[in-house]
């Protein structure tokens, strides 16, 4: 079929003025005839439901926290992108938009990496206005400090908790509408269903976390701003309450996914230690402008230090291997978060690994103690060193930290247009839930920006568009459709409650990550995809047949909300790995070891593959149809990707 993204003619530069201008208006006086759904309120959702607030709709917003403060946001640590080139090194938004082109291996839209980048230097100045607490320059001036596959300094921190300050910024600008009663906030609510009326969305069905109780709510539109899929591999850095349920019921409603199987791995995380982690930690990328990567030059030398017969500190400057310097001269050990995960595996496949397991590389402080003195590193990296301190029990300013890569972000999300509209009419997707600014890759840093410029600055815009073509008459609340969703709902439920089984929930997501990892993680080959693909089918067929879901729903239930995102996991991972064996070639994220230049990079195939891979539902154990949104590229050159 095709797919219309509404992508404006004209200039790159005069797309976003010229769609903005050409977009339809609702008065002010109309807007509080609408009801506008949030469903999520991290920094996408809060920073929606609050600026559409504003702008007078009422709101209704989501979230299975007991705070919005709680959002998985408050995780980013390094820092947010914008093209303001206060270093006056050469920044512009052109190259951001450049740079993030080339970041993803061209495989985003022009236009919309485009419009992020233009809207980024607005954003700086909003979260100032709110508070936001960046560090700033002995003068004064906001500092900026540089991220991975840029030459420029465009990144604005709070020291390494970027992210939470951010989010607090939205909440309070939430929070005043929540005050002024045009944001009603429903906390403990999961989502877990669309409601679809004459083909367009008017609402969704939730259930109450703590009492059970499942309700429909109706909407003039719905905004999913539920975050990423990343758990889908067991271990990630995400939190451990971060689904697909929200993306993927409103999949199974008729709204495509696109891209599933572009993961990111990121290459500065903990090392997994042991079968009893639920999650993995996360050292910020910021750690790569003064820490150095490298591995001992030889197999040797890295069994003695797994050994313990050689310490890390006895290494001699001549014996490491400061590998990303050595291959990529030009960006060093800020090369893209795709690059460094690739070559730090390639060490530790190469027997090159430390740490107890072997499956760890060094990132070293040493020289940049040395050059600034312990109390200028501490001051930019402080709370991220003790972090990892209480982690490991490992002191990071006497011994280099181990870092390996670990599951990250998604790229891949629901498929949406210009607009950030899904193909389903009146149900739009913001932030880290849709495929669409980042490609096959996302630069560090810029989550943050994304998340925010939809919900302050896009979708103010583009929502009042569809709003006004369908009018303020209200919506039917007692349509069938409303009790038919729900119920189709509280029988799921009730399916997943009669599982009396013999293995836990928990069991089946961890075999399910194990198979994710292995197979369709940094590196994939068609035989592994194959295999994968089998192997996930037979666990999805087991989980309905020997899960056990202990308790009630008229509860507070943690093993039936576990039970229900497990569900969709063990469904979406399928589709990954379809998606993944449908994609012969390699590109940022997603590594075909069949693609790769004699160098060992990713190695695309424009010629087949420069499009968006959009895949529809067709129902329980069908296929899914792909569809292809061709990717056109007007003003960027497609090359070989090199950092060099």
């Not at 002010?28 to 007078?56: C, F, H, Q």
């Not at 390094?78 to 006056?88: C, D, L, P």
């Not at 939430?174 to 002024?180: D, S």
């Not at 995400?238 to 349920?245: F, K, L, P, W």
Request: some cysteine; hydrophobic content about 35%; glycine content about 10%.
């Amino acid at each position: 079929m095709s797919l219309d993204a509404k992508i404006p003619k004209g200039p790159l530069a005069e797309k976003w003025s010229t769609h903005k201008f050409n977009l339809k208006l609702v008065n002010p006086a109309n807007k509080r005839k609408y009801d506008v759904i949030v469903v999520g309120t991290g920094l996408a959702g809060a920073s929606a439901a609050a600026s559409l607030a504003e702008l007078g709709y009422n709101v209704k917003a989501y979230c299975f926290q007991d705070s919005p403060r709680r959002a998985h946001s408050i995780a980013a640590q390094g820092g947010i992108n914008a093209a303001k080139n206060y270093r006056n090194d050469g920044d512009s938004v052109y190259r951001l938009f450049y740079d993030t082109i080339k970041g993803g291996d061209y495989r985003a839209r022009e236009g919309n990496v485009y419009r992020l980048a233009e809207v980024s230097v607005n954003i700086i100045d909003q979260c100032v206005a709110q508070g936001v607490p960046f560090a700033r320059e002995y003068g004064g001036l906001l500092d900026n400090r540089s991220f991975g596959g840029a030459q420029v300094s465009r990144t604005f921190y709070a020291r390494g908790q970027t992210g939470q300050q951010l989010l607090l910024g939205a909440y309070s600008a939430l929070n005043r509408q929540i005050n002024a009663g045009k944001v009603k906030m429903y906390t403990r609510s999961e989502m877990l269903d669309v409601v679809i009326v004459d083909g367009k969305a008017q609402g969704i069905v939730t259930r109450n976390l703590e009492t059970g109780k499942v309700e429909t709510h109706s909407g003039h539109a719905v905004l999913l701003c539920t975050g990423g899929y990343g758990n889908v591999f067991y271990l990630s850095t995400n939190a451990m309450g971060c689904n697909v349920t929200a993306a993927w019921r409103a999949h199974k409603r008729g709204a495509f996914f696109a891209n599933p199987c572009y993961t990111q791995i990121h290459p500065t995380c903990i090392p997994v230690t042991g079968d009893h982690q639920s999650k993995l930690t996360l050292m910020s990328e910021s750690l790569r402008n003064d820490g150095r990567v490298w591995a001992p030059k030889t197999v040797e030398l890295a069994q003695k230090l797994r050994k313990g017969e050689l310490k890390v500190t006895d290494l001699k400057e001549e014996d490491r291997d400061y590998f990303l310097e050595r291959k990529y001269p030009s960006f060093g050990n800020l090369v893209p978060r795709d690059v460094a995960s690739r070559n730090g595996k390639e060490m530790v496949d190469e027997g090159r690994g430390v740490g107890s397991t072997g499956v760890a590389v060094f990132l070293d402080f040493a020289d940049a103690i040395s050059r600034l003195g312990e109390d200028a590193v501490r001051a930019k990296y402080g709370n991220l060193f003790d972090m990892y301190y209480q982690i490991t029990d490992e002191n990071p300013y006497k011994q280099p930290m181990r870092i390996y890569p670990a599951v990250h972000y998604t790229m891949g999300g629901l498929w949406v247009d210009y607009n950030l509209m899904t193909n389903v009419p009146g149900l739009y997707c913001l932030g880290e839930a849709n495929f669409s600014d980042h490609g096959a890759n996302r630069l560090g840093a810029s989550a943050l920006m994304q998340g925010l410029a939809d919900g302050y600055f896009v979708i103010p815009y583009t929502l009042g568009d569809y709003l006004a073509t369908i009018g303020p008459k209200p919506i039917d609340a007692n349509n069938p459709a409303f009790a038919k969703t729900k119920q189709e709902v509280e029988e799921r439920i009730q399916k997943l409650l009669s599982l009396r089984g013999t293995k836990t929930v928990d069991e089946y997501h961890r075999e399910l990550g194990h198979i994710m990892w292995e197979y369709c993680g940094m590196a994939r080959n068609e035989e592994g995809l194959k295999k994968a693909k089998v192997l996930i089918q037979t666990l999805r067929a087991d989980f309905w047949k020997n899960a056990i879901v202990l308790g009630e729903n008229e509860e507070l239930n943690q093993s039936l909300e576990k039970a229900g995102r497990v569900a969709d996991f063990l469904e979406l991972g399928e589709l990954m790995v379809d998606d993944a064996l449908m994609r012969k070639e390699s590109c940022g994220g997603h590594f075909r070891v069949e693609s790769q230049t004699p160098e060992g990079e990713a190695l695309r195939d424009d010629d087949n593959f420069a499009f968006v891979a959009v895949w529809e539902y067709k129902g329980d154990n069908q296929p899914e149809v792909l569809n292809k949104e061709v990717l056109e590229f007007e003003n960027v050159h497609l090359t070989q990707r090199s950092y060099k």
